[in-house]
Every structure is written in structure tokens, then in C-alpha cells.
């Protein structure tokens, strides 16, 4: 079902690098297809593991066994979800921020400049806020923050006030509505690049995904027990910044604190010093995962 619904990117690499415990408690916060949820769970032996996933679909996915637990839920909720099943402290925590195959692929969803559908962009469609609305209702100064931070858009200016224009005179409902409504800005030569650019930035607003990372991130650190991994995988410059500064200094600056006498207080030891990306027969077999960034770090 998985490979139907996603690849699992740099699956062996992550699950490696988890170092599992056959007894040991693990989360996968971004269950989707299950794919590396099923890699964990095949090494372990009495251990526990809890599959976060927002998106009511990932349910199909799940694990038929009393030693997995699946919480539609997103993983900012992470703390609280595991408190709840008396979990103090975890093994292991992995996760892989990329947006599911199934997501891009189901034209409804609204991921994909591809098809033609509502502008959504929701990974929990029970949530209130959609794509639809950061375009329409946001005032223009958000706007143009939104495409220049996010999607790091040179002409965001202009993007921006094409979008502000063409509001005003009739409500943006749909993917094309939108593309119709950027047509001035997008570079014929470099379409689908400027629209992979512009589509990120709205979906990055649209589920506050930043701010969620952050949060995940400052959790993890007091839910991983001593000598317990934490594995991510990004694809985008602003995710994996925060990750590696995060992991580097367990704050998002990354810079580094000392001690009286000059040693540097870090709360991780980095496994990966050097990313690790997909090879190039990875790449080949899943175009998807040629962003993937994989980093690995170990609470102290």
C-alpha cells in the first residue's frame, strides 16, 4: 500500500541511523505511507512505535499490530499524545518533512500546479485556513513577506501585486485562477521551477509549518532519552537550517553557548557532521527525493 501512496526517501540511511533498540520506544511524526514506520517496526522485537500523521488518508496505511499506535494528530502535538499512552521518554524519533506523494498526485488536495482544483494545500483538511484564503484575505505587506521568506521569490514584489490586483476584482478560488492571476510574473523559460517556488511558500503559510518544525524540534530534545536519536529529513533550505542549527546548538540561531572555562554547551552530538543526501540511483527510481536532506543527531 505504501508504494502506492509514497516512497519512503533515504529509507535505509534514516532507519540506520535510529540505531534501534529491539525493545526500545520510537515515533515516526510523519507516518503517511508507512514506509519507514514499517522499517522500524520490522527491528523491533517488544518495542513500542507511534505513527503521527495529520492527513486522515495515512490511515489507510496503518500497522495491524497491538505494538503500534496511530495518532491523526499533528506531531506538534507530540508531548501531549505520548504522555497520554505514559510514555516519558523515547529511543528514537524520526522524521521526514516532505509532502506525500499521495498528496501531490490527488489533483483535490490542491499541492500541485499540475492539475486544476480548489486552492487548498491543507494536510489536515479538517483545519479552517486553506491556500485559498492566505491569497484572498492576507493584507499585502504578509504577501510579499510569505513569497520572499518561504519561497525566497526574487520578483515577489511584483508577484505580490499582481495577486493584490487581481483580488480585487475577482475572488482567487482555483489553481488556475492563481496561475492566471501570476502570469505577468512567471518566467516562460523556468515555469515549473517559479511555481514549485511560489506553491511552497503558500503551503508553508497555509499549514505553519515552520513554526511547527520549531516546536517539534524543542520537544524532542525533552522527550529524547540520553543516548536516544533524533533522524530528519528535509527538502528546502529554511527546514533543514533550522534543523541543523537546532541539532548543532539546540537553539535556531546556532550559535553555540560555553561554559566558564570555554567547552561548548551542546545538548546533541551530531552523528551526520556532513549531510547525507539520496544517491543518484535513489533519485533515479524517485525523482521526489533529489532535494532530501538527512540529518542525525543524539541527545547527550
Known amino acids: 500500500m505504501e508504494q502506492a501512496y509514497h516512497i519512503p526517501v533515504l529509507l535505509h540511511e534514516s532507519v540506520q541511523g535510529l540505531r534501534i ?48 499506535f496511530f495518532i491523526r494528530h499533528n506531531f506538534k502535538y507530540i508531548r501531549n499524545f505520548l504522555k497520554y499512552y505514559e510514555v516519558e521518554a523515547v529511543d528514537g524519533i524520526l522524521a521526514d518533512l516532505g509532502v506525500s506523494s499521495h498528496d501531490f498526485d490527488v489533483a483535490e488536495r490542491g499541492f500541485s500546479f499540475r492539475f486544476d482544483a480548489e486552492l487548498d494545500m491543507r494536510m489536515n483538511r479538517d483545519s479552517e485556513k486553506t491556500a485559498a484564503d492566505v491569497v484572498n484575505d492576507y493584507p499585502e505587506e504578509e504577501l510579499l513577506r510569505i513569497f520572499k521568506e518561504y519561497g525566497e521569490i526574487q520578483n515577489a514584489w511584483k508577484l505580490t501585486k499582481e495577486i493584490v490586483q487581481s483580488r480585487s476584482s475577482k475572488k482567487i478560488k482555483t489553481i488556475r485562477d492563481f496561475k492566471e492571476a501570476i502570469s505577468k510574473c512567471t518566467p516562460p523559460a523556468q515555469e515549473s521551477k517559479y511555481l514549485a517556488k511560489v506553491f511552497q511558500a503558500l503551503r508553508i503559510e497555509t499549514n505553519d509549518e515552520l513554526e511547527v518544525l520549531e516546536n517539534f524540534l524543542e520537544q524532542s530534545l525533552s522527550l529524547l532519552k540520553p543516548g536516544g536519536r533524533l533522524v530528519v529529513i528535509t527538502y528546502h533550505s529554511l527546514e533543514d537550517r533550522l534543523v541543523k542549527n537546532f541539532m548543532k546548538a539546540g537553539n535556531f540561531s546556532g550559535e553555540q553557548k560555553k561554559d566558564f572555562y570555554g567547552n561548548v554547551n551542546t545538548p546533541f552530538e551530531l552523528i551526520t557532521r556532513k549531510v547525507i543526501v539520496p544517491s543518484d540511483e535513489e533519485i533515479e527510481r524517485n525523482p521526489r527525493a533529489r532535494s532530501a536532506k538527512l540529518r542525525i543527531a543524539e541527545k547527550r
Open 21 to 68: 533498540n529491539p525493545a526500545g520506544d520510537y515515533v515516526d511524526v510523519t507516518f503517511g505511507g508507512g514506509g519507514h514506520s514499517r522499517e522500524i517496526f520490522k527491528n523491533l522485537t517488544s518495542g513500542r512505535l507511534f505513527g503521527f500523521d495529520q492527513d486522515q488518508d495515512a490511515a489507510a496505511n496503518i500497522i495491524s499490530d497491538g505494538r503500534f
